[in-house]
């Protein structure tokens, strides 16, 4: 049996001096602060791991661009204790029950902390979901726009109906890159000649509104379908109200956002500096204001990282710093998983917000959207998946302190609050700060 201990550990949504007992994985008691111990952690808190529900591992296929090794050396050095991968951008797609298999042997021997997969939905792979259903994939993601891979295809609206109907006997959720093609088509137009490194005009180039119109045609698919619907990377307030509407009525839609739309604002981003290129964009401040406020009200359920790493020759980028480039070219991903705590940490706390309720969308309420029986609390009888945390502390983000396969983020030089001291991963110390490596990997396929 471990022993941790601290004045300052989360339990039931408040900081409590307590012992942490851990045996066979597990949390098998919440004691007094005071008794025999193993590590004193002091005034340091201890949090549940977080649940990055949002990310994209790209192995096999893309391993050059962040693998299984890379990825979740940087998840557990961040905090996040366990992730579920997206099905692209991994070569082949997780669109069928073979290329599951495939995905988790790549997964198996290198995954630093926990892994789950969702499956895709895509045109013509309806015949699939039964199958991938039964291997246990977590839920189906679609996109309704051309994703940036052709392996992976977009879905019309008698595609998206057509995946719907069969989600639907499966009790899985249909997750949706939400924005409208044809008002994204129309918006596009405005590229022309050399304006490609304006940011101005890719903002323009990907409207709300094209967030707007999709979210409310997958409203009407919930509807219709009785179909759990899930939002990710909500970047638009017109979209927030769609979705806060939407819920008032009973539609079984969800949401999240992700930790760059909560703490970047278009104001604070250069023409050229594709390091920031995501999809949907990051929009202006008071868009911005208006995710805090969805969060604060309940509309948006949790945050992700939407980690989407890629060659720094992606970017468009000579070298792994920023550098003049074209945002009609580069490829549209942020890699930040490393960072997901602390970003939303520091963002939150100048908004007031307390620890407790960031920890709530980073790791309780993931997990209980996404059905993680005993993960996301500390409690006896939970996974002992957990994180020692300074939320006082300050860092730069530096290159030789981050895990990703590539240096490329625009959090680099960034000064950021909270830092992790530790993470332990089924009971097991997998990350000290200060160290140059992650221990492991133990994490397993959940």
């Not at 977590?138 to 057509?162: A, H, I, N, W, Y």
């Not at 940011?199 to 409203?219: F, G, H, K, M, N």
């Not at 359920?301 to 980690?307: L, Y």
């Not at 300074?390 to 950021?416: M, N, Q, S, W």
């Amino acid at each position: 049996m471990v022993i941790l201990r601290s004045k300052k550990v989360l339990l039931d949504g408040e900081f409590s001096p307590a012992r942490i007992k851990i045996e066979d994985e597990k949390i098998v008691g919440i004691a007094p602060y005071e008794g025999e111990h193993d590590i004193d952690y002091g005034e340091l808190c201890i949090l549940p791991g977080c649940i990055d529900l949002h990310v994209h591992i790209n192995e096999p296929g893309r391993t050059n661009w962040e693998g299984y090794e890379s990825g979740t050396q940087a998840a557990a050095a961040g905090g996040t204790t366990t992730i579920v991968d997206m099905p692209l951008n991994s070569i082949p797609s997780t669109i069928n029950a073979s290329a599951l298999e495939t995905k988790r042997a790549s997964a198996k021997a290198k995954a630093y902390v926990n892994v789950g997969f969702w499956g895709g939905a895509v045109p013509g792979n309806e015949k699939d979901i039964p199958d991938l259903a039964a291997e246990k994939v977590r839920g189906f993601k679609c996109f309704m726009v051309p994703s940036g891979v052709e392996e992976f295809d977009f879905v019309s609206t008698q595609d998206l109906e057509k995946s719907a109907e069969a989600i639907q006997p499966t009790g899985l959720r249909l997750l949706a890159h939400a924005e409208d093609p044809e008002t994204i088509e129309k918006s596009a137009k405005i590229w022309t000649g050399e304006n490609g490194a304006s940011y101005a005009d890719y903002l323009l180039s990907r409207p709300e509104e094209a967030e707007e119109i999709a979210v409310q045609t997958l409203v009407r698919i919930s509807t219709t379908y009785d179909l759990d619907v899930h939002v990710v990377h909500v970047a638009s307030a017109r979209a927030l109200d769609v979705i806060r509407a939407a819920k008032a009525q009973g539609c079984k839609i969800t949401a999240e956002t992700c930790a760059h739309y909560l703490y970047f604002s278009a104001e604070d981003i250069s023409d050229g500096d594709t390091l920031f290129k995501c999809a949907p964009p990051i929009r202006k401040a008071s868009v911005r204001e208006a995710l805090w406020g969805g969060l604060a009200d309940g509309t948006l359920d949790f945050i992700t990282s939407d980690h989407s790493p890629s060659l720094p020759s992606l970017k468009g980028l000579e070298k792994e710093t920023p550098s003049f480039a074209r945002f009609d070219k580069a490829w549209g991903g942020i890699s930040s998983i490393q960072f997901l705590l602390s970003v939303v940490w520091t963002s939150a706390k100048a908004r007031g917000f307390s620890l407790s309720q960031v920890s709530d969308w980073l790791s309780k309420n993931p997990a209980e959207w996404n059905a993680f029986e005993k993960r996301g609390r500390l409690a006896s009888g939970f996974c002992a998946d957990l994180i020692v945390f300074d939320p006082d502390a300050f860092f730069e983000v530096g290159e030789k302190k981050i895990f990703h396969r590539h240096k490329v983020t625009p959090y680099y030089l960034e000064k950021l609050s909270g830092l992790v001291h530790a993470t332990y991963v089924s009971g097991k110390l997998i990350f000290s700060d200060g160290d140059e490596a992650v221990d492991g990997p133990f994490g397993k396929l959940v």
